[in-house]
Structure formats: C-alpha cells, structure tokens
C-alpha cells in the first residue's frame, strides 16, 4: 500500500485512489458491498485515526515539491545546474537538509566537470593522487616527499570539492596565452582527477614538427582541508610549493609563486641553462654551431626566466569552423629557422586565411599576423623540372601579385568614384546605393565562385619538390600537394622593426599539414596540426573570436 500511494503521487498518508473510491461506494451504494480488506490500508487508516486526523479525502496531485519522497528529490536537485543548488538550499530547511546529500555534488562534479574520481576508493581503484601527480611532475623525485603535502580525500565531501575548487576557480578553465613579451606560449587550465592543473604545451624539438607537443605543468589547486583549496606553484625541480593565483578581471589572471628559492638548482645559473637547454631544445649549446642560434637561444632563456615568479594569462579562443573551409582550422606547429618551431592559430575569415602566432620570436612577436593567404588567387605550380626553378615559380607568385595590385587599385577607385556620385545625388542616396551593393554582392559571388572553381578543377594530388636554393628546417616535407594560393608572409627586424609583408605561396598538403614558401627570404616553413583534444576553448560567437584576435595583436604591435 505505501509502494502504491508514492505511484499515485500524494504519499502514505493521503490515502490513495483505490481506497478513495471504495470509501465512496460504501457510503453511496449497498450495505452489502464488498468490504475493503487490504491489511496494509487498514494498518495505516488505524495508524491516523488514533492520532486524531480525520479520514483523507480523495486523492489529488501534490501541490507542492515538499510532498515528494526525499529520494526523487535528490534525483531532480542532481539534475539542476550546480551553481543554483545554493538559492535551492535557502527555499526552506527540508531542501538544505537533503542538498546535504553527496550523492548529488558527485554528480554535478561528473557531468559539468568530468570527476570521475571515488573520494572513498581512491586506493582501492589504485587511482592514488599522492603517486600520480608527484611522478608526473619529476620521475626522478622520491614520492615520499609529496605524502606530507597531500589531502585526505576520505574525510571530504563532493560538496566541498565543488564549491570550494571546481566552481570558485570555474572562469580559468580553457587555453590562456602568458604574456612573456614576444615569446608568448599556450597554457592549458583542465580538471584532472581532484586537481585544476594549467599545462604549458610547447612545441616538439626542432625540427621534427610531425613529432607530438610537450607539456609541463605550471601550477595546480587542490583541497587539502575541507572548505579550503590550496594553489601550488610547480614551476622549478623541488616540487610543488606554495603560490597564488588571482583573476584580474574577465578573460584573465594570474599566477604568483611565493618560494621562489624552489626554482633555484645548487649548481647556479649554469646548471638552470643546460637544464632549461635540454628540455627547450633537446640538446647541449655545444651541440649548436650556428652562432645566431646560440644567440637567440640565450636571448630567450634570460628574458623568460625573468618572469618564473608572476604570469599574467589572457583567455584564447580556438578558431569557429565552417563547412566551405579549405580545411578545419585550429592550432598548428610550424618551423621558423633559427628560432626553431612555433604554434600557429589557423582561422579563415571569407575569402582570407590567417595564420596567427600564438607563440613567438624577437622579430615577429605572439600575437602578430605571420601568414595571410588569398583564397580568391589560386596558383597552378608548374611541371616538376620548372619547379625546381626558383626564378620560375618567383615569376609565377609577382605576376600573381601584380594582378591582386591592380584589382585593390580598381577597387579603390571604384569606391571613390561612389563616394562622388553619393555627394552628387543627396536627394535619393538610397537609391543610389542599391545598384551599388548589388554589384559588389555580384564582385565577391564571382571571386567566391572563382576559388570553389579552382578547389574543384585542381587534381586531388600533383608532384611538389622545394625550388633549388629554398632553405628548408625540414627535409622530410610531403612530395604531393593538393593545391597552393598566393600569399603574403610577415617579415621584421630584431624587435620587430621596420615590419613588411612579403609574397609568397601557400601549399597545401593535406587536411592536417601546408606550407609557406616565403619568397625574399628564400625560406620554407612546414606547418603540422596539433592533435590535442582542448576542453573549453570554444569560442562563444566568431564576434568574441575576431576580437580575440585583435587583443592578442594590439598588446605586441
């Protein structure tokens, strides 16, 4: 009877519908009806008339939550957002009890965070954060040092750990760019297990650019009392010590380490560059016989580590994609000489690609556009024995670029000559303006219909050799090539003076490597895409990209 009344929505002690109606019939119908003689309805009927409460009267729907079983509602507040629990939890004293229930913060930490961590079974699943954390940090630091440091996870609620770490540090999830003047970088903030970790991801060692990225961990937060998150500064070769972090405003923070002695090595500074040369490059300053490259090599190490103990971190979006793209866009890694490899945002704004560096070098900073491409000019590369002519392909990309400078000349004519004729005809400027839309609505169809042309009638695959005397990093770039576009390259002097853009030609491989054959340097430079999964780092709208894009150029211009 108590499992029938909870179906029929109104709980044991309003009755339910069966008992309902037959009460009715035995006062409207015969004396000789068949009796209700349910054991348990008689159980409970006698249960509330020996406390004084008079008969219920027939069944109806609960008017409100509080006349639901405390087990359905812990179902619906498990399904609620997490950050409304807490207006949930001041509705009345029944809620705030039953909001107390773990079960329901395990959920809200799984599905708007991805725990899947048991605060109970964290040794018994063998999931042991007070191991996997310390070897991932430095194999070559005993775990026994880290054991005093560590929570105890099994005197801790799901509750504290989504109040007091997922949802307090919620706005540093995603990718971040650290502003170390022009050398940039790509930060990676993820929840992992019971930890919020920023990962720096670096490129692989030059000049294997196909080779997977490098990362490193930066800081980490992590409860170690209840009620009480702890951020940890990771920076350095004595493990975790204490740091801050301190969220500026929207779209950024930053990071403060408080012991810096702990990125100090007992061999001084010496020691820190051969160490910092060996993760950086993968070699000795003895192995590098270019004396430029040693140059710039020790350039970066000075200025970068003058920045160990405060970052500031500015929000990065990866680019929106669209269907007509030429191919998906996103991060790449890409060589550039002696600077060695770099990481490169790819997004397409209509007819233009763009290739933004999200790290970058004393010449051409993070930040600034490096590679433009005109998706309007196709170029068809000539047969393999002229392509290993320099001279041949130069003449090919100028002639391209002369006939894109004479159509920017029209345009502006054009556009000067509207101007004329729009202060002329001030009395019916609006109908002087329709025939002029149309006909740049028709210019961009035609150029639009000119590139999907070229992308259809282009083979699927045609032979590709560098020309003679084009500087590769890389000797291992792809012999086929799908199709190639004129472009324009950035070039600058140290500190980044006296900035032009250049032609030159992009080719693409395939759907996840293309290259850039930048002309007056006589230089070639491979692209590969990142093959990285990254959790929050969708942009909301491509208006919040765009200006994305303008904010990480304008702090380096």
């Not at 004084?52 to 509602?73: D, I, K, M, N, V």
Request: charged fraction near 25%.
């Amino acid at each position: 009877m108590a499992v029938c009344a909870r179906l029929c929505g109104v709980g044991p002690s309003r009755g339910c519908r069966r008992r309902g109606a037959q009460r009715e019939q035995r006062r409207e119908g015969p004396a000789d009806s068949e009796p209700d003689t349910d054991a348990e309805e008689e159980r409970i009927e006698g249960a509330r008339l020996g406390q004084g409460q008079a008969p219920a009267p027939a069944a109806r729907a609960p008017l409100s939550l509080l006349e639901l079983p405390p087990e359905l509602l812990v179902q619906i507040f498990g399904s609620l957002p997490g950050t409304d629990l807490p207006s949930l939890a001041r509705v009345c004293s029944i809620f705030r009890r039953i909001l107390r229930t773990d079960t329901i913060w395990r959920r809200r930490c799984r599905e708007e965070y991805g725990v899947c961590e048991n605060l109970r079974k964290l040794e018994i699943t063998g999931v042991s954060c007070r191991d996997v954390y310390a070897k991932r940090i430095n194999p070559r630091v005993k775990s026994g040092r880290f054991m005093k440091i560590l929570p105890d996870y099994e005197h801790m609620e799901y509750r504290d750990v989504y109040t007091c770490l997922l949802h307090r540090y919620r706005h540093i999830l995603g990718l971040w760019q650290p502003d170390i003047g022009p050398y940039g970088g790509l930060l990676n903030v993820v929840v992992d297990g019971l930890f919020i970790i920023g990962w720096m991801y670096l490129p692989p060692h030059d000049p294997h650019v196909d080779d997977p990225m490098r990362f490193k961990p930066l800081f980490r937060i992590h409860l170690m009392e209840r009620k009480s998150a702890t951020v940890e500064c990771m920076y350095g070769h004595k493990g975790p010590h204490n740091g801050h972090i301190q969220i500026v405003k929207k779209d950024e923070f930053s990071t403060k380490c408080n012991q810096t002695d702990h990125h100090r090595m007992s061999g001084g500074r010496q020691e820190e560059f051969r160490t910092w040369l060996r993760e950086e490059w993968g070699r000795t300053l003895e192995d590098i016989f270019h004396e430029h490259m040693q140059e710039l090599i020790l350039m970066k190490f000075i200025y970068t580590s003058q920045y160990d103990n405060c970052l500031t971190y500015r929000r990065i979006y990866l680019p929106p994609s669209s269907p007509d793209d030429l191919l998906k866009p996103g991060l790449f890694k890409g060589t550039y000489g002696s600077h060695g490899l770099e990481i490169v945002m790819l997004s397409f704004h209509g007819k233009k690609a763009k290739g933004t560096k999200i790290t970058g070098d004393p010449n051409i900073p993070a930040g600034q556009q490096t590679v433009e491409i005109d998706l309007a000019h196709p170029i068809q590369l000539p047969d393999i024995e002229n392509l290993r002519n320099f001279n041949e392909l130069s003449r090919i990309v100028l002639e391209v670029q002369e006939q894109v400078r004479r159509e920017q000349q029209q345009e502006e004519e054009e556009e000067g000559q509207e101007e004329e004729e729009g202060h002329a005809r001030q009395g019916d400027s609006q109908q002087g303006e329709q025939p002029v839309q149309r006909d740049d609505a028709g210019a961009e169809g035609t150029e639009a219909a000119g590139a999907a042309t070229a992308q259809e009638s282009a083979p699927t695959s045609q032979p590709f050799v560098l020309p003679v005397g084009v500087i590769s990093r890389n000797e291992d770039y792809p012999r086929t090539c799908r199709m190639c576009f004129y472009g324009t390259g950035l070039i600058a002097g140290h500190g980044f003076t006296s900035p032009e853009r250049t032609p030159g030609i992009f080719i693409l491989f395939d759907d996840d490597r293309f290259g850039f054959i930048w002309l007056e340097l006589k230089s070639f430079s491979l692209y590969s895409r990142i093959k990285v999964s990254f959790q929050n780092a969708e942009a909301p709208s491509r208006e919040a990209f765009d200006e994305m894009l303008k904010n990480i150029q304008s702090m380096t211009t």
